[in-house]
């Protein structure tokens, strides 16, 4: 059984950065793609950022340049680097895998539980 649970969300000043952590358990990681939703209150759920297992990356235009995301294998983590926030940003952010080869907006099969990033203007 997969099991995903992000941490590293709260509440921020716009400008300012955070990084979000997901540890994925399950099959071997390095099989894996991984990536990043966020849900903005009263908004559908939108794809931030992907990682496929084969090493490319995707990212909705809002966040190019200001987010970043990256693997690393021992420690079965995908991180997300956010720099640079708004206060659009603000959402639940939900980690994502999926066992096919895919980096964009994807109907991933294994969900966090979401964590929660505020951005304050």
């Known amino acids: 059984q997969v099991h995903l649970v992000e941490s590293g969300g709260g509440l921020v000043q716009a400008g300012g950065s955070l990084r979000l952590s997901c540890v994925i358990s399950?099959?071997?990681?390095?099989?894996?793609?991984v990536g990043w939703f966020r849900q903005a209150p009263g908004s559908e759920r939108e794809f931030v950022a992907g990682?496929?297992?084969?090493?490319?990356?995707n990212y909705v235009g809002s966040v190019k340049g200001r987010f970043t995301i990256s693997r690393d294998s021992a420690k079965n983590t995908v991180y997300l680097q956010m720099d640079s926030l708004k206060p659009e940003d603000t959402g639940i952010y939900y980690c994502?895998?999926?066992?096919?080869?895919?980096?964009?907006?994807?109907?991933?099969?294994?969900w966090g539980q979401g964590t929660q990033v505020t951005v304050s203007s």
């Open positions: 399950g099959r071997p990681f390095t099989y894996y793609s």
């Open positions: 994502v895998a999926d066992a096919e080869d895919v980096t964009g907006p994807y109907g991933y099969d294994f």
């Open positions: 990682s496929s297992w084969s090493g490319s990356t």
